[in-house]
């Protein structure tokens, strides 16, 4: 069974999360011969205060 964890800043929408579970999913199953049923996703909102890139907080950078 294939896991896969997706850490992603908080905010993304329902529908955004459904379309990349779907997405990844079919990667998974075209590149790794595996049942779609057998593919768990993990997605892991940060927040952005707590994660940094560069030495900065994403919460102290101008939104993207």
Not at 6 to 32: F, S, Y
Not at 52 to 60: A, E, H
Request: charged share 25%.
């Amino acid at each position: 069974m294939p896991l896969v964890s997706i850490k992603i800043l908080e905010g993304r929408t329902i529908e955004q999360k459904r379309g990349m579970a779907k997405d990844v999913t079919e990667a998974i199953v075209k590149n790794v011969g595996c049942p779609a049923a057998a593919v768990q996703i993990d997605i892991v909102e940060l927040k952005p205060e707590n994660i940094s890139q560069g030495g900065k907080l994403f919460s102290d950078k101008p939104p993207m």
